[in-house]
């Protein structure tokens, strides 16, 4: 209960959660969203072209109906539970731990293994420039961050394994970071929804099979959680910093949560999220930019861009992709439209500023699509990020729900009016 002084007038905010407890959403419509979890997850196994993809496809479409079955014929509170542990089991246990087993996985999952064990080896996550200049394996190139490579510590510090595997701590990562993004958000019981979400396609899809994208993304949130908390901005500067040091994908998110304090709260209180988030970046990647900064940039921003003398193996038919493929001229349009995009949206942030947190994330949603679908090296996989932004930021707000409601009248004012009816201050008549 929060409450505010007007003059001689008050209002008193009570909070009213609209979204109920997992265990509360009808069953229709549990119902519904696992059935349609299932299909997904069925095409996936019976069209994909990756034998990876089938494998979680036929795994995950499994447990998706299985849930399903389970919220409808099991009305109990604990129907709801035995559901989501089905789809944990199917949709990230079972085809994770069989990959980590088997040493399967996306080229991603190796090259942050292989991060790891050049860090400890040779003091740094990325190869030498020399090295990539000789080589044609896209694989060579390590595209993330410093921060990033912490996720191939276990395997490189205790063999390969699969409680080491990277994806298991992208995982663990997620669901603690989520659930917390979700608490501090203001969404009730948060564990179920980080749990649903975490077991969701959203996020099991890329999770089973590569899952570099999955923690950042809940630091994402997290750090748009404490912006929405007044007073949150170093905390907020914190999560985005760590998020900024993992992949450069998160740096449209430091611009908009800028913008969004800068408005909302003034200058000071956007310096000191600026200062956390920089100061986080500047500890994370800035030995390695000193010490090598050829290999960071060409590792981090020319591959990325397909400037590099290999181009990355990331390829999906979206605009960007298949205009880049048509040549060199096709490459630069690709260039060019991306950085006129990043204009527009920038643009956008300063004649039409987000003034608060919803506003900021649906903006950051747009930038992150329109770069996705423009980038000349991209995967479906990518969509992650908007698809995780706004079912976060939807849960929050129905678990947030403000309503303004006029508080009592003070006790003077009571007895003024009373005394104007002809009544006495304690409700008795007068005379």
Same mark, same amino acid.
């Given at each position: 209960?929060?409450?505010?002084?007007?003059?001689?007038?008050?209002?008193?905010?009570?909070?009213?959660?609209?979204?109920?407890?997992?265990?509360?959403?009808?069953?229709?419509?549990?119902?519904?969203?696992?059935?349609?979890?299932?299909?997904?997850?069925?095409?996936?196994?019976?069209?994909?072209?990756?034998?990876?993809?089938?494998?979680?496809?036929?795994?995950?479409?499994?447990?998706?109906?299985?849930?399903?079955?389970?919220?409808?014929?099991?009305?109990?509170?604990?129907?709801?539970?035995?559901?989501?542990?089905?789809?944990?089991?199917?949709?990230?246990?079972?085809?994770?731990?069989?990959?980590?087993?088997?040493?399967?996985?996306?080229?991603?999952?190796?090259?942050?293994?292989?991060?790891?064990?050049?860090?400890?080896?040779?003091?740094?996550?990325?190869?030498?420039?020399?090295?990539?200049?000789?080589?044609?394996?896209?694989?060579?190139?390590?595209?993330?961050?410093?921060?990033?490579?912490?996720?191939?510590?276990?395997?490189?510090?205790?063999?390969?394994?699969?409680?080491?595997?990277?994806?298991?701590?992208?995982?663990?990562?997620?669901?603690?970071?989520? #659930?917390? *993004? @979700?608490?501090?958000?203001?969404? $009730? !019981?948060?564990? %179920?929804? +980080?749990?649903?979400?975490? =077991?969701?396609?959203?996020?099991?899809?890329?999770?089973?099979?590569?899952?570099?994208?999955?923690?950042?993304?809940?630091?994402?949130?997290?750090?748009?959680?404490?912006?929405?908390?007044?007073?949150?901005?170093?905390?907020?500067?914190?999560?985005?910093?760590?998020?900024?040091?993992?992949?450069?994908?998160?740096?449209?998110?430091? #611009?908009? *949560? @800028?913008?969004?304090?800068?408005? $909302? !709260?003034?200058? %000071?209180? +956007?310096?000191?999220?600026? =200062?956390?988030?920089?100061?986080?970046?500047?500890?994370?990647?800035?030995?390695?930019?000193?010490?090598?900064?050829?290999?960071?940039?060409?590792?981090?921003?020319?591959?990325?861009?397909?400037?590099?003398?290999?181009?990355?193996?990331?390829?999906?038919?979206?605009?960007?992709?298949?205009?880049?493929?048509?040549?060199?001229?096709?490459?630069?349009?690709?260039?060019?439209?991306?950085?006129?995009?990043?204009?527009?949206?920038?643009?956008?942030?300063?004649?039409?500023?987000?003034?608060?947190?919803?506003?900021?994330?649906?903006?950051?949603?747009?930038?992150?699509?329109?770069?996705?679908?423009?980038?000349?090296?991209?995967?479906?996989?990518?969509?992650?990020?908007?698809?995780?932004?706004?079912?976060?930021?939807?849960?929050?707000?129905?678990?947030?729900?403000?309503?303004?409601?006029?508080?009592?009248?003070?006790?003077?004012?009571?007895?003024?009016?009373?005394?104007?009816?002809?009544?006495?201050?304690?409700?008795?008549?007068?005379?």
């Amino acid at each position: 209960m929060v409450e505010v002084r007007w003059g001689n007038s008050r209002l008193r905010w009570q909070s009213l959660p609209r979204m109920p407890e997992v265990p509360q959403i009808p069953r229709g419509w549990l119902f519904a969203a696992f059935a349609v979890c299932a299909l997904f997850a069925g095409g996936v196994s019976l069209f994909s072209a990756n034998p990876l993809h089938r494998l979680w496809g036929a795994a995950a479409a499994c447990a998706y109906a299985a849930a399903a079955l389970v919220v409808m014929a099991w009305k109990a509170r604990a129907g709801v539970d035995v559901a989501l542990a089905a789809i944990v089991c199917g949709a990230i246990l079972v085809p994770l731990v069989w990959m980590a087993w088997h040493g399967e996985g996306q080229p991603e999952v190796e090259v942050v293994a292989r991060s790891a064990r050049t860090l400890i080896h040779h003091g740094t996550p990325y190869q030498d420039p020399k090295v990539l200049n000789g080589t044609s394996d896209p694989n060579a190139y390590n595209p993330y961050l410093p921060v990033m490579a912490a996720f191939g510590l276990p395997q490189a510090l205790f063999g390969s394994h699969p409680l080491t595997d990277p994806r298991v701590w992208f995982g663990v990562v997620f669901l603690v970071v989520f #659930a917390f *993004a @979700l608490r501090v958000g203001g969404a $009730r !019981d948060c564990l %179920r929804w +980080a749990v649903l979400m975490t =077991a969701s396609p959203i996020i099991a899809f890329e999770l089973a099979v590569g899952g570099t994208d999955v923690p950042m993304v809940a630091f994402m949130c997290l750090g748009f959680a404490f912006a929405w908390r007044p007073g949150g901005e170093l905390a907020a500067g914190l999560a985005l910093g760590i998020a900024s040091s993992m992949k450069a994908t998160c740096w449209p998110a430091l #611009a908009v *949560a @800028l913008v969004l304090l800068i408005v $909302r !709260d003034g200058k %000071r209180a +956007a310096l000191r999220f600026c =200062a956390v988030a920089l100061a986080v970046i500047v500890v994370c990647v800035g030995p390695f930019a000193v010490t090598g900064p050829g290999s960071l940039v060409k590792n981090t921003i020319l591959f990325p861009l397909g400037l590099a003398s290999v181009k990355s193996a990331a390829a999906s038919p979206l605009i960007g992709h298949l205009i880049a493929q048509t040549g060199h001229v096709g490459h630069d349009i690709v260039v060019v439209l991306l950085i006129l995009t990043g204009v527009a949206i920038g643009a956008s942030l300063v004649v039409w500023p987000p003034r608060d947190v919803p506003a900021a994330m649906w903006r950051l949603v747009l930038g992150l699509s329109l770069m996705f679908v423009l980038a000349p090296s991209t995967r479906f996989g990518y969509f992650i990020y908007p698809a995780a932004l706004v079912g976060w930021l939807l849960i929050c707000q129905a678990g947030r729900r403000e309503d303004i409601k006029p508080a009592p009248p003070p006790p003077l004012a009571l007895a003024r009016r009373g005394l104007a009816r002809g009544v006495r201050g304690d409700g008795s008549p007068r005379g």
